[in-house]
């Protein structure tokens, strides 16, 4: 069981950034491959980010490719979305997900939010023009 809590979310304006945090409780923490997603009322939830168990691959959404950048630090059960050059269409709840992948690189059939066991309570992203 992994219980996910993000934090870092706000109000900033067009071309500012934030940084999100996502903490996660369990010992097998870096066992989970790690996604962000993000979800407009009415609308799906949006994948955007992803990293592997050990950190050593990333994939982005082609949407915020260049300006967000995923990490991870195991020793801290924590997930980061380093995310710069906002604009307005980058207003969203976002999400971090867990999904037990151990051994293998982050790959795009990752990118579906149903492929997530575990799920934060979300974060608002909100950026003025």
């Known amino acids: 069981q992994v219980q996910l809590v993000e934090s870092g979310g706000g109000l900033v304006q067009a071309g500012g950034s934030l940084r999100l945090s996502c903490a996660a409780s369990?010992?097998?923490?870096?066992?989970?491959?790690m996604g962000w997603f993000r979800q407009a009322p009415g609308k799906e939830r949006e994948f955007v980010a992803g990293?592997?168990?050990?950190?050593?691959?990333?994939y982005n959404a082609d949407s915020v490719k260049g300006r967000f950048t995923m990490s991870r630090d195991n020793a801290k059960n924590t997930v980061y979305l380093q995310m710069d050059s906002l604009k307005p269409e980058d207003t969203d709840v976002y999400y971090c997900?867990?999904?037990?992948?151990?051994?293998?690189?982050?790959?795009?059939?990752?990118?579906?939010?149903?492929?997530?066991?575990?799920w934060g309570q979300g974060a608002q992203v909100t950026v003025s023009s």
């Open positions: 369990g010992r097998t923490f870096n066992k989970y491959a």
């Open positions: 990293i592997s168990w050990s950190g050593g691959n990333t």
């Open positions: 997900a867990a999904v037990l992948k151990y051994g293998l690189g982050f790959s795009s059939d990752l990118t579906g939010s149903n492929t997530y066991d575990y």
